[in-house]
């Protein structure tokens, strides 16, 4: 059903600028978060193999904190298949890890939410064993609490790598954990407006990043800093004719 597309496993001695950008910014990113994103090796960096994203406190720009986030707009993306990023998440109250999914698209013509958004993980430090998958469009979307969403209870996630996997069809997606399934959505169908209903059927890239507070995030435990999020590595299929 699958067949291998794009993979990284980190063994170059710094992040491939083929493969991925690195973000800059602190604007709040529309969740009021409290991180300014850069490009230090502070921040994003690799040791062993492996993909660092480090949170630091620390006054920077118009933020207490840094962190890093890494994408693969313009120089990645995919339609229907299947993601599996495996990864250790950080501890701590007021961290916000998650890799997730945005349409290359996206822009002044094409909005979020109109654009579509998939969560493939996400996690919030103060509720340590939940791990959050989502999809979000115009007509559900987390703003009118109305997001196709799933919570699910993994006791000490936080304490080891894990296996987070993406299955996406044009007929369904599904959110697994070490293969095993915890969510499954199907396509929605709006005659009058299909895009506002299900904006999955376009090309996506991936993003990386370790957020701190905001909307989501919430409450900071300013005693946790340094936390880092650990990707060992990343591979994607797509869907075999």
């Known amino acids: 059903m699958f067949e291998l597309l794009w993979s990284e496993d980190f063994s170059t001695k710094t992040l491939d600028d ?3 950008n690195i ?3 602190g604007h709040g990113f529309g969740n009021n978060e409290d991180q300014f994103y850069t490009t230090r090796e502070k921040n994003v960096r690799l040791e062993n193999n492996q993909l660092i994203i480090e949170a630091h406190k620390e006054v920077y720009e118009n933020r207490l904190f840094t ?3 890494v994408t693969t707009s313009k120089k990645f993306s995919m339609t ?3 993601v599996e990023v495996k990864a250790k998440i950080p501890k701590g109250k007021g961290t916000w890890p998650a890799i997730w999914m945005l349409p290359e698209a996206i822009g002044e013509d094409l909005k979020w939410p109109r654009c579509g958004e998939i969560d493939i993980m996400e996690h919030v430090g103060r509720r340590a064993d939940e791990i959050h998958f989502s999809l979000h469009s115009e007509l559900y979307n987390h703003v009118k609490k109305t997001q196709e969403t799933h919570v699910a209870y993994l006791e000490g996630i936080t304490d080891r790598f894990a296996l987070y996997g993406f299955i996406w069809t044009p007929e369904y997606v599904e959110f697994q954990v070490d293969h095993v399934t915890y969510a499954r959505f199907e396509k929605k169908i709006n005659e009058e407006d ?3 209903a299900w904006p999955f059927d376009q090309p996506f890239y991936l993003i990386l990043n370790l957020a701190i507070g ?3 995030g919430g409450e900071i435990d300013d005693q ?3 936390v880092k999020m650990i990707v060992d590595n990343i591979q994607v299929f797509k869907l075999k004719d």
Do not use: T
């Open 214 to 216: 905001g909307y989501f």
């Open 80 to 82: 229907y298949g299947k």
């Open 23 to 25: 973000a800059s910014g």
């Open 67 to 69: 962190s890093g986030k």
């Open 18 to 20: 083929e493969k991925w």
């Open 224 to 226: 946790i800093f340094p």
């Open 194 to 196: 299909q895009m506002a």
